[in-house]
């Protein structure tokens, strides 16, 4: 069974490129020019899709922790609430985004936290849904989500696979445009909690999903050795520098670090190959340097009977390879031969039955 996912006009699958989103979340510390410029820069370094974060702020939160004071470093407000508000882009903001999304012409899409954020994207006619590793368990959400019709990407962090399989049950039976995404709902994950080999159980548990990698490790090589184990989705966040206000910017790649990425991806997916053992028309010059010939070892007379002492393996290989020896063992020079003259069979005389 063939696993593919198309999202807008991008079809996703195990022969494909990656499919990397640029997840900017709220690095756009509110401003739209400052998101723009992040979508701008992703377009530039190869992404295929960026994505933002849509919270109902009021809907999602208890009054106690929307109204938690919040002091520190990277608010953006007194309590939480404000900091959380301040961060959030309405309707204008994100039609704004998605007309300068189609000029770049890459994906657009958020991560809907709540069914009020979710009906506020469908209404917005995104192309595709994120669900966050926190609402992995939320089947109310997961249910609403996919009766909209639209591909679901779903993160697994911080859950076993009896919750990820509770979220394909509750998804598949309404929509088919499922992926999962292996995920460690640590910011940054150490290399030791990354268990890469999910994607591969992941892949054999779901066969007709297509499977990926939030990633979270603070570098490129394990999305490209994601991409090798069989994930077909990237998700990585993404800033325009590490310095800005804000706790996700740190662990985030610039882009240059975006780009080296994608340009990595992209290339393993030409590395990997079909499998086939082949031998290249580059090859050919450095086997020839390389490679060995057998070559008379002394001056030999005509007349001579070939034993090992006789013949010597030397590079380069332009004459009879090392394999061909036992068929020369004991056969009659019909000529003489030099030092390091390579050996032919015209060289010998025929075998007598």
């Not at 061909?324 to 010998?348: K, S």
């Amino acid at each position: 069974m063939e696993r593919t996912l198309t999202i807008a006009h991008t079809t996703i699958g195990d022969t494909s490129d990656c499919y990397v989103i640029a997840e900017i979340g709220h690095n756009h510390q509110g401003d739209v020019e400052k998101c723009k410029a992040l979508f701008r820069e992703a377009r530039e370094c190869g992404a295929d899709a960026v994505k933002l974060q849509k919270r109902d702020n009021r809907t999602l939160y208890t009054a106690a922790m929307y109204n938690k004071p919040y002091e520190n470093e990277n608010s953006f407000g007194a309590t939480y609430g404000e900091h959380r508000e301040y961060l959030e882009f309405g309707r204008d903001e994100y039609l704004e985004l998605q007309r300068y999304a189609r000029e770049l012409g890459i994906t657009f899409f958020a991560t809907a936290f709540d069914i009020p954020s979710a009906n506020f994207l469908a209404e917005l006619d995104v192309p595709a849904f994120k669900i966050a590793s926190g609402d992995l368990k939320n089947v109310p959400l997961l249910r609403h989500v996919a009766q909209f019709g639209k591909p679901m990407i779903i993160s697994t962090g911080g859950g076993l696979m009896e919750d990820i399989q509770r979220a394909y049950d509750a998804v598949r039976p309404i929509n088919h445009q499922l992926a999962f995404l292996h995920c460690t709902a640590t910011y940054p994950t150490v290399p030791e909690e990354m268990n890469l080999r999910v994607i591969t159980t992941l892949r054999e548990r779901f066969p007709e999903t297509v499977i990926g990698l939030s990633d979270h490790y603070n570098g490129i090589a394990m999305s490209v050795a994601a991409y090798v184990l069989g994930a077909r989705i990237i998700e990585k966040h993404f800033t325009l520098n590490h310095t800005w206000k804000g706790t996700d910017h740190a662990l985030s790649l610039e882009p240059i670090g975006m780009a080296k990425m994608i340009r990595d991806l992209r290339r393993t997916r030409v590395a990997l190959g079909d499998g086939v053992k082949r031998i290249y028309p580059n090859e050919a010059a450095p086997i020839q340097k390389m490679g060995k010939m057998i070559v008379a070892a002394r001056d030999l007379p005509a007349g001579h009977l070939l034993t090992a002492k006789d013949l010597a393996f030397k590079s380069p290989a332009e004459g009879l390879p090392p394999y061909e020896v036992e068929r020369l063992l004991g056969r009659v020079l019909r000529v003489a031969l030099v030092t390091d003259e390579p050996l032919r069979f015209e060289h010998l005389h025929e075998v007598v039955a």
